[in-house]
C-alpha cells in the first residue's frame, strides 16, 4: 500500500542541555524549503551571535531525499550527524533543528559532543507537538465561469484544498489534493467534461 501521510511538528519548540558548562540549546522548527531553512539559522546566529557554534540538521519532503547536517567547525560527524539521526529515529521531515552551543571552557571529545547535541535535540523533539499530514498532490485547473461552482465542490468532496485562484475571462485553480484521494478527485472532475485538468503548471496565454 502507499504511503499517504507523513510525521512533521506543528510548531516550534525548544530545549536546553547543559555539560560541563557548555550550554546547548535546541531550536526545532517545520519547514518546507532550504530558504526557510536559511532564514532560521541566520536568525539565530544573529540572536545568539556571542555562541561559539550553531549546528544544524535538516531533512525536507515526503520522499526524504533532501538532507543536510551541518557541524558549523565541531569535529567531523559530531553535531549534524547526531541532530539528523534523532530527526530520522523520530521519522519527521519537513523539519529543521538548530542547535546552539555556548561553550563553557572544557573540551568535551567527540563522544561528549556527539551525546551533548543528540540529548539536545531529543529533548527538542519531546516538546514539540507531532503531527500527521496527508502527502498531496498540485494540478491546475481551467473552466469557464459556468463551471466553477463544480470545481469547487468536488475539489471539497475530496477534501482538496485551493490553494490560489485566477477569475479573469476563465477560472484557474492551482489545487492540492490529499495522495490518498487524487485518483477519485481527478476522475469526477474528467467526468464533468467542462474542466480542463494540467499536471503541470499552465504558462500564462495571451486570451
Known amino acids: 500500500m502507499a504511503v ?23 531550536f526545532a522548527y517545520p519547514v518546507r524549503t532550504a530558504a526557510e531553512v536559511k532564514q532560521y539559522v ?6 545568539h551571535h556571542k555562541a561559539r557554534h550553531w549546528c544544524y540538521a535538516y531533512r525536507l519532503g515526503t520522499d526524504g531525499m533532501q538532507f543536510r547536517a551541518n557541524d558549523d567547525g565541531e569535529p567531523s560527524g559530531s553535531a549534524g550527524r547526531p541532530i539528523l539521526g534523532q530527526i530520522d529515529s523520530a521519522e519527521l521531515t519537513d523539519i529543521l533543528v538548530v ?17 551533548s547535541y543528540k540529548t539536545a535535540t531529543v529533548e527538542a523533539l519531546k516538546s514539540a507537538e507531532v503531527v500527521e499530514k496527508n ?26 484544498n485551493i490553494i490560489e485562484q485566477d477569475l479573469q475571462l476563465d477560472c484557474r485553480l492551482t489545487v492540492s489534493i490529499p495522495l ?3 485518483d477519485a478527485c481527478v476522475a469526477a472532475w474528467q467526468h ?10 499552465m504558462e500564462e496565454t495571451a486570451d
Open 180 to 182: 490518498a484521494n487524487y
Open 42 to 47: 541566520d536568525s539565530l546566529r544573529n540572536e
Open 4 to 26: 499517504t501521510t507523513y510525521r512533521t511538528i506543528a510548531s516550534p519548540a525548544q530545549s536546553e542541555f547543559k555539560d560541563k558548562g557548555s550550554r546547548f540549546i535546541a
Open 99 to 115: 542547535v546552539v552551543r555556548y561553550f563553557g571552557g572544557t573540551l568535551l571529545g567527540v563522544p561528549g559532543l556527539i551525546h
Open 192 to 201: 464533468t467534461r467542462a474542466i480542463d485538468i494540467r499536471f503541470e503548471q
Open 135 to 160: 502527502i498531496e498532490k498540485i494540478v491546475w485547473l481551467r473552466c469557464d465561469y459556468p463551471n466553477l461552482n463544480d470545481a469547487i465542490r468536488i475539489a471539497g468532496q475530496y477534501q482538496a
